[in-house]
C-alpha cells in the first residue's frame, strides 16, 4: 500500500509540472508564466477548477483533457490498492468462518 501510494503521489507532482509546463509553452497569451501554468495544473488535476486561468487553444486543451484523465486515475490508484487489500482480509475471515462451520 506505501509503495503504491508513493508512486501515484510521485507520478502526479510530475504529471502536474510536465502538464503546468506544456501549457504555459502552448498556451503562451493566457499563461504568463511557467508558476501559472503549474498553478492551473494543480487546480485541474484536483478538480477544483476555478475558472480564472483556462486553456483556449486547441493544444491547450488537448493537454487538460490529459491532465484531467490521468490525474483521476492517478487519485484512485491508492484507493483500488486500499479496497484489494481490504478484499483480502475478508475473504480470509470468511474462508476461516466456513472452516469452523464444516468442522462443527
Known amino acids: 500500500m506505501t509503495n503504491t501510494f508513493r508512486f501515484a503521489a ?3 507532482v510530475f504529471l502536474v509540472v510536465i ?3 506544456a501549457e504555459a509553452t502552448v498556451d503562451q497569451g493566457d499563461f504568463t508564466s511557467f508558476w501559472e501554468g503549474i498553478s492551473w ?4 488535476v484536483t478538480t477544483v477548477g476555478y ?3 483556462y486553456p483556449r487553444s486547441v493544444g ?6 490529459l491532465l ?3 490525474g483521476i486515475g492517478f487519485i484512485s490508484v491508492p484507493k483500488h490498492a ?5 478484499l483480502a482480509r475478508i475473504e480470509g475471515d470468511l474462508a476461516e468462518v466456513k472452516a469452523r462451520l464444516d468442522e462443527g
Open 51 to 53: 475558472g480564472d486561468l
Open 68 to 70: 484531467m484523465l490521468v
Open 10 to 12: 510521485i507520478s502526479t
Open 82 to 86: 486500499s479496497i484489494a487489500a481490504a
Open 19 to 21: 502538464a503546468g509546463a
Open 60 to 65: 491547450g486543451r488537448l493537454v487538460a483533457m
Open 41 to 44: 495544473a494543480v487546480v485541474t
